[in-house]
């Protein structure tokens, strides 16, 4: 007996503590011209038929979540999971964070690139942070930071 209810509590406390910023994305707008021809894959707008939504690991979901929250507007993804094939397309490196489910880059419209990068060096879950000179979105990952790192690991013009 004194196991399941150690067990109910351990899931209850997980659940809450999962959900914490669920509420806020929830809230996200995705009206306007620039979602009208964006497909949505498992609750995520993509920019096209080759990017997978499907494959993102738990961390990574919440912390897109968190964005949506913060900014009040859903996330359009440019990439999310890729196979090695599509990685290589794609000039991904070999050990790219896409090819484990932990990588996205996105965008919001309506934000500027600047605040998107503002808000991830604040932000704990991102482990690494890329922005491409000329390119309307970043890119985060959910690795784990270097021992001292107070920030992300930033690459790629950032």
Request: hydrophobic letters at 40%; one cysteine or more; proline letters at 4%.
């Amino acid at each position: 007996m004194y196991t399941a209810v150690r067990s109910i509590a351990a899931i209850a406390v997980c659940a809450l503590s999962l959900t914490a910023c669920l509420p806020m994305a929830l809230f996200a707008s995705s009206s306007g011209a620039s979602y009208a021809n964006k497909r949505s894959d498992w609750g995520t707008f993509v920019s096209s038929n080759e990017v997978n939504a499907l494959c993102l690991a738990p961390k990574l979901r919440f912390l897109v979540w968190e964005f949506e929250g913060h900014f009040g507007r859903k996330v359009i993804m440019n990439s999310g999971y890729r196979d090695g094939n599509h990685n290589a397309q794609a000039g991904g490196v070999d050990n790219s964070y896409h090819t484990r489910c932990m990588a996205a880059d996105f965008y919001i419209p309506g934000v500027d690139k600047r605040d998107l990068v503002m808000f991830a060096m604040g932000t704990d879950a991102v482990g690494g942070l890329g922005c491409y000179p000329g390119r309307s979105f970043i890119h985060v990952d959910v690795r784990d930071r270097p021992r001292g790192y107070k920030r992300p690991v930033t690459f790629a013009g950032c």
